[in-house]
């Protein structure tokens, strides 16, 4: 049987709480801690027919491993998704939207990804196994709630699976600040991959090689890179600017 997940922080408590409840096995709150966000936070338990258990801070960091718990924390089993890539492509077809993460080893960085897929509609987000920071309570917590609605899928072979995602006329995306084309005139539609790679490094050889486009971000300032969950953000937005323009 699998260990269940911890997760901590208010955010993501919250979002468990709103969307998969039953999957909530056991909910911790610091017994210090009774202001007005904690009194909501028990009463949307309470409605859900959970029961917290009031335990020490010390308890609290033993489960998380970090002081930024915010005093709750649960543990939860996995969250009913689609990890499927064919059965994806098979779902939502034209309207298909995937983010891929060549190389990003920073949990923060992931769950800011993570948030910026779900606001933007990403189906999935896909990732190397060898290369990537797993999720984690971290993750999660940076997520705000958007790990237990993005399926997040790792792969052995990224360059492997975007080839079966372009044999399924998914169109692969990748962005180098030397590509020739920009994000704004380069022309694109979906069903459709982002392929980002981490700060700095930027996609491995073998993934660029593998992308149907290449295109660059516009940089108006005086910085070099970006952030890649603010690059996602940039993207994913105007790939939904563009599909809100097409439907107007």
């Keep these: 049987m699998k260990k269940p997940a911890v997760i901590y922080g208010f955010h993501a408590i919250k979002s468990r709480l709103k969307h998969f409840p039953q999957t909530l096995e056991d909910v911790y709150i610091d017994q210090e801690r009774n202001d007005q966000r904690m009194q909501e936070i028990k009463a949307l338990l309470e409605e859900k027919g959970l029961n917290a258990k009031r335990v020490d801070g010390q308890r609290l960091q033993g489960l998380t491993g970090t002081r930024r718990h915010q005093g709750i924390v649960a543990l939860a089993s996995a969250v009913p998704m689609i990890h499927d890539l064919d059965h994806l492509v098979e779902t939502y077809q034209q309207s298909l939207l995937l983010l891929v993460?060549?190389?990003?080893?920073?949990?923060?960085?992931?769950?800011?990804?993570?948030?910026?897929?779900?606001?933007?509609?990403?189906?999935?987000?896909?990732?190397?196994?060898?290369?990537?920071?797993?999720l984690s309570p971290t993750v999660a917590k940076v997520a705000s709630g958007a790990m237990d609605v993005i399926p997040y899928i790792p792969v052995t072979n990224l360059a492997r699976t975007l080839r079966d995602l372009k044999d399924q006329n998914i169109w692969i995306i990748g962005t180098d600040d030397q590509a020739k084309e920009d994000l704004f005139s380069a022309e694109f539609s979906q069903p459709l991959a982002w392929v980002l790679g981490a700060e700095g490094e930027g996609l491995r050889r073998l993934t660029r090689e593998t992308c149907d486009q290449l295109v660059r971000i516009p940089m108006f300032g005086s910085v070099e890179s970006l952030n890649v969950s603010v690059a996602a953000g940039i993207c994913l937005y105007e790939t939904k600017r563009r599909e809100n323009t097409a439907l107007a």
């Excluded at 920073?106 to 196994?129: E, Q, W, Y």
């Design 101 to 134: 993460l060549d190389g990003i080893q920073d949990p923060h960085n992931l769950g800011a990804c993570l948030r910026v897929a779900d606001a933007m509609g990403v189906h999935a987000i896909i990732a190397p196994k060898d290369r990537s920071v797993a």
